[in-house]
């Protein structure tokens, strides 16, 4: 059982928006701003995507955003293009077990 | 740009010990955390353990009695050594750096399949 909770999966059409949850606790997600995203394409290593919360590494999309609310984070895939099927994974920084992932959610664009 | 290339055994035998070792370069050694991630076959990823050149360890709890991570700035190098594996513990294990962005996982290598049989 993973420490956060992703919902197994989300899909959508092209130019469609989607989100994915990532839930966690007042231990990890509700405490710290260190809330990071990863996507990964099948037989690849992961490449993260959000870090912070909110902020975009240098050559990633913008249409990748995300967000925070409570012990709830969010990433946000607007304008869904076929590339963009992949495993999404949340991470937090947590005080109880320093680092933890969700169990990652599968995107299908239809 | 830092590169990570992990290596090691591929097959380990239970009740035995996995080694497993990382070669930076593009970087010192000496300026990010050093971590291990891994991801059984078809599953999520799982963090493992980190590493600062300060000295400063930590494991996932659930690990941790299995568990050393070292450093070897000479040969800008980190390992791991995880004893008494079982079937449980084949994965893909992933190098990863964390050099700052607010404790993500900026940086991965390829990774490497262990599996863990007789």
């Known amino acids: 059982q993973s420490a956060l909770t992703q919902p197994a999966s989300v899909s959508g059409s092209p130019g469609q928006s989607i989100t994915i949850s990532c839930t966690g606790t007042?231990?990890?997600?509700?405490?710290?701003?260190?809330v990071s995203w990863y996507q990964q394409h099948p037989d690849k290593a992961p490449k993260l995507i959000i870090y912070e919360v909110s902020a975009r590494p240098p050559g990633v999309s913008n249409h990748f955003s995300g967000s925070k609310s409570g012990n709830t984070a969010s990433l946000t895939i607007s304008g869904l293009q076929a590339e963009d099927e992949a495993d999404y994974y949340c991470s937090s920084y947590s005080s109880s077990t320093t680092l933890v992932f969700g169990g990652g959610t599968k995107l299908t664009v239809l | 740009q830092v590169q990570l290339q992990e290596s090691g055994p591929g097959l380990v035998k239970p009740s035995e010990t996995l080694s497993l070792s990382c070669s930076v370069s593009?970087?010192?050694?000496?300026?990010?955390?050093w971590n291990w991630i891994r991801q059984p076959p078809g599953k999520g990823l799982e963090w493992v353990a980190y590493i600062h050149n300060s000295g400063s360890t930590n494991y996932n709890p659930s690990l941790n009695s299995r568990l050393t991570i070292s450093l070897d700035t000479s040969k800008n190098q980190f390992s791991m050594k995880m004893i008494s594996v079982t079937a449980a513990d084949t994965a893909v294990y992933y190098c990863?750096?964390?050099?700052?962005?607010?404790?993500?996982?900026?940086?991965w290598g390829q990774g490497t399949m262990v599996t863990v049989s007789s």
């Open positions: 593009g970087a010192s050694i000496g300026n990010y955390y």
């Open positions: 990863v750096a964390v050099s700052g962005l607010g404790w993500a996982f900026d940086t």
């Open positions: 007042s231990s990890d997600v509700g405490n710290y701003n260190f």
